[in-house]
T-cell receptor, first 114, second 111 residues
């Protein structure tokens, strides 16, 4: 069964450093998302992406965050200058089409900012 | 924004027992999904169920959209059912993107 793939599974970085989290969505999906989950808390929406542009973003997704689909398969989340409070599990998700509501998640990248 | 509350927050079951998890939401929705987060953190989609009832093996879900709640039934629970169960919704006034997740129910199934 096709799945969303995320790399790396764990990332440790120093405060102030840039990180790039990578995702390969399911190949025929058109809508892409990033969510995050701070330890012990609920899953929070960050951003959605469709047709090579951001379609919606949350208050969390400030100027330090950016997303890109550099080629036909990868979808990346960049944090320019990481803060301690960015430590969380970051999930990529994809959805096939506007009519297909079911969301498929990757296994996540655990980001630790020291 | 829409509020999503789940109950109970924590649940401990013996293997073989049945359980019902509840999801209440504060506004009309046109998309409701149930997810299982396993002990390794992976989020697995169990059901897309904006209304009505669906069954998949030992799991079934019912959403009563007019009364703003959904129920997830787990029958004959197994230790592999352990983890956190989330419901997530998109409200009718929302854009075609964002799901709002509930607070989760942490389930532990013991031998």
């Amino acid at each position: 069964e096709p799945e969303v793939t995320q790399t790396p599974s764990h990332q440790v970085t120093q405060m102030g450093q840039e990180v790039i989290l990578r995702c390969v969505p399911i190949s025929n999906h058109l809508y892409f998302y990033w969510y995050r989950q701070i330890l012990g808390q609920k899953v929070e929406f960050l951003v959605s992406f469709y047709n090579n542009e951001i379609s919606e973003k949350s208050e969390i997704f400030d100027d330090q965050f950016s997303v890109e689909r550099p080629d036909g398969s990868n979808f990346t989340l960049k944090i320019r200058s990481t803060k301690l409070e960015d430590s969380a599990m970051y999930f990529c998700a994809s959805r096939k089409s506007l009519l297909s509501e079911k969301l498929f998640f990757g296994s996540g990248t655990q980001l630790s900012v020291l | 924004g829409i509020q999503v509350e789940q109950s109970p927050p924590d649940l401990i079951l013996q293997e073989g027992a049945n359980s019902t998890l509840r999801c209440n939401f504060s506004d009309s929705v046109n998309n409701l999904q149930w997810f299982h987060q396993n002990p390794w953190g992976q989020l697995i989609n169990l059901f897309y169920i904006p209304s009505g009832t669906k069954q998949n093996g030992r799991l079934s879900a019912t959403t009563v959209a007019t009364e703003r709640y959904s129920l997830l039934y787990i029958s004959s629970s197994q230790t592999t059912d352990s983890g956190v169960y989330f419901c997530a919704v998109r409200d009718r006034s929302g854009t075609a993107s964002k799901l709002t997740f509930g607070t989760g129910t942490r389930l532990q199934v013991t031998l």
